[in-house]
DNA sequence: ACCTCGGATGTTATATTGTTACATTGGCAA
DNA sequence: TTGCCAATGTAACAATATAACATCCGAGGT
């Protein structure tokens, strides 16, 4: 994300923070926006030494707080297959969203296609599942990659 | 699983196994069946512990070891979102299943929904994404916790 | 301005999950 | 038998995540 829309999405975040009465500190921007400018998913620990300079003496628990917050607020998700974090593409709304990895650039697209997220409820219900928190993520190769393999 | 049930399947993973001209060896064997004979997923430390007294000096590569090679083989399914394996429950024929957690009892249930995999599949393919490995572990209650909750 | 209370942070230690590296063993076939 | 390669043994370590307790800080009430 360049900086400019990294700019508008914190000033959304800050919004989104104020209207629901809950506080984006500072830190919890720093994580934010490492989490924002970066295209690729950024492991916990990797935003820690991310951190230091612009935090003093950042520990675990620094940004494992931070990152549970921004994961409470739907502002970050965590990429369960990869022990990895990336900012939400689109947090206006709430949303279960479902996720593209290329497992040979790294890159990750968020997608949202509710068609799937109902027909994934569904087949829960059918079997008398309440669905809380889908998880689909898809491990594959992106359109980029692929075409630089067939070259 | 019931002892019936687990000795079906050890029975049918060795007919896989030697059909592939691979090798299901004791400790592979005693992995699987301590999977199969669990109704709820399996943590690799968790089935280090068990080893023991069966395995004699059990170390984590032991376990790891066993679980790469049940994996490949499709015989179990790790569970990204629990760090926590499961024996499968039909590893007849290859497959892209869901699993479906209940966060409450812990319960898991395989389902195999042949028309998901393919939306799944369909969706990423239409921005030339090329799926290999789709992970859908949908988080929620079971039935039977539900009810309990409703009473 | 002062107090107070709860949320946010600092700090240390520890738990849990997974891997590397290298030595040893054991089955299988030339 | 010999040689080879997969499987296992063993020790150390890396990566991810949490627990526990002290301290700080800021919004709201007095
Ligand atoms: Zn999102
Ligand atoms: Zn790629
Ligand atoms: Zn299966
Ligand atoms: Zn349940």
Same mark, same amino acid.
């Given at each position: 994300?360049?900086?400019?829309?990294?700019?508008?999405?914190?000033?959304?975040? +800050?919004? &989104?923070? @104020?209207? #629901? /009465? *809950?506080?984006?500190?500072?830190?919890?921007?720093? $994580?934010? %926006?490492? !989490?924002?400018?970066?295209?690729?998913?950024?492991?916990?620990? +990797?935003? &820690?030494? @991310?951190? #230091? /300079? *612009?935090?003093?003496?950042?520990?675990?628990?620094? $940004?494992? %707080?931070? !990152?549970?917050?921004?994961?409470?607020?739907?502002?970050?998700?965590?990429?369960?297959?990869?022990?990895?974090? *990336?900012?939400?593409?689109?947090?206006?709304?709430?949303?279960?969203?479902?996720?593209?990895?290329?497992?040979?650039?790294?890159?990750?697209?968020?997608?949202?296609?509710?068609?799937?997220?109902?027909?994934?409820?569904?087949?829960?219900?059918?079997?008398?599942?309440?669905?809380?928190?889908?998880?689909?993520?898809?491990?594959?190769?992106?359109?980029?990659?692929?075409?630089?393999?067939?070259?």
């Amino acid at each position: 994300m360049n900086s400019t829309l990294v700019n508008r999405a914190l000033k959304h975040a +800050e919004a &989104l923070c @104020r209207r #629901r /009465g *809950v506080r984006l500190t500072e830190q919890r921007k720093i $994580v934010l %926006r490492l !989490l924002c400018v970066s295209d690729k998913p950024i492991s916990a620990y +990797e935003l &820690l030494d @991310r951190m #230091r /300079g *612009v935090v003093k003496n950042p520990a675990p628990p620094t $940004v494992y %707080r931070a !990152l549970d917050f921004l994961l409470e607020q739907g502002l970050v998700h965590k990429l369960e297959s990869l022990h990895a974090y *990336v900012g939400c593409t689109h947090p206006d709304h709430p949303h279960a969203s479902q996720f593209l990895i290329c497992d040979d650039c790294g890159e990750v697209t968020e997608v949202e296609d509710a068609g799937l997220a109902k027909s994934l409820k569904t087949a829960g219900k059918a079997i008398g599942f309440r669905t809380k928190r889908p998880i689909v993520e898809v491990l594959g190769t992106c359109a980029q990659c692929n075409a630089k393999r067939d070259e």
